[in-house]
């Protein structure tokens, strides 16, 4: 047992449709509902010592919902963006994680100033994943690759693990230790492929905008309990 709080934890934040609807509620709601476990976790998870934080907020395969959908879940992002300065104060390193072409001009340029702002907060760090996917995050990183080999220096067989890590959208933040998943799915719907290869997972069947701060005790627990040999035998 490595008996540590994980230094990265990473969340993809499903469930929230479902939730509405066993209430009788528009999948809306339950995406604000959301939004409100979101804040709360991700303050909780830094009481708890934990230094990396990461949530799944909309993934490039999300474009396809219905349009009203997506509308209101770009609404939310812009909402917590605008709130977002906020959290310089609370000394907290911001990062997005996907293409940010795909936005307006106005709100791209509001995502890099918040992470340029918070760059020198080292001591927490919490990336939001936002038409993030893990094929492309991968894919963007192998055009840089070539293109380093094209135009610089640079031959493929420079091209190391650390070297290709750091082309990544988490080139920022280590691999992940524990990834939590709610709302009952057991799969990783494209998200941090490459920096999940050894993480533990934990999947549970609450619905996200019901996970509580209880909820995320238990899941560190479990992962307090795992033995991580990573290939090695147990020592
Ligand atoms: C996760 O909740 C939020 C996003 C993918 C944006 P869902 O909207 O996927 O909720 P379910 O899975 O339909 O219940
Ligand atoms: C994963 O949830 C994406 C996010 C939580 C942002 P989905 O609800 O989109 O995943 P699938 O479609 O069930 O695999
Ligand atoms: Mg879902």
Same mark, same amino acid.
């Given at each position: ?14 469930? $929230? ?6 209430? *009788?509620?528009?999948?809306?709601? *339950? ?80 995502? @890099? ?41 640079? @031959? ?75 290939? $090695?035998?147990?020592?």
């Amino acid at each position: 047992m490595d008996n540590q709080v994980p230094l990265h934890i990473a969340f993809i934040m499903d469930g $929230n449709g479902r939730w509405a609807k066993k209430r *009788g509620l528009s999948r809306n709601i *339950g995406h604000k509902k959301g939004g409100d476990t979101f804040r709360e976790i991700a303050k909780y998870a830094k009481d708890c010592g934990v230094k990396y934080v990461t949530f799944f907020a909309f993934s490039t395969e999300n474009w396809k919902r219905p349009k009203e959908e997506v509308d209101a879940l770009m609404k939310l992002f812009s909402e917590y963006l605008d709130e977002a300065e906020s959290y310089a104060k609370e000394k907290t390193r911001l990062i997005f994680l996907g293409d940010k072409s795909i936005f307006a001009r106005e709100m791209a340029a509001k995502m @890099t100033e918040l992470e340029k702002k918070s760059k020198q907060f080292s001591d927490f760090t919490l990336s939001l994943a936002v038409n993030y996917g893990g094929k492309d995050d991968i894919l963007q990183a192998a055009r840089r690759a070539a293109k380093f080999c094209r135009d610089r220096d640079l @031959t493929p067989s420079d091209i190391d693990e650390k070297f290709f890590s750091g082309l990544l959208y988490t080139s920022a933040v280590p691999d992940v230790d524990l990834l939590i998943r709610p709302g009952g799915e057991r799969r990783l719907s494209n998200f941090l492929l490459w920096q999940s290869a050894y993480a533990e997972l934990y999947f549970t069947d609450i619905l996200w905008p019901d996970f509580t701060k209880k909820d995320l005790d238990t899941a560190i627990e479990y992962y307090k309990g795992r033995n991580r040999r990573f290939g $090695n035998i147990e020592k």
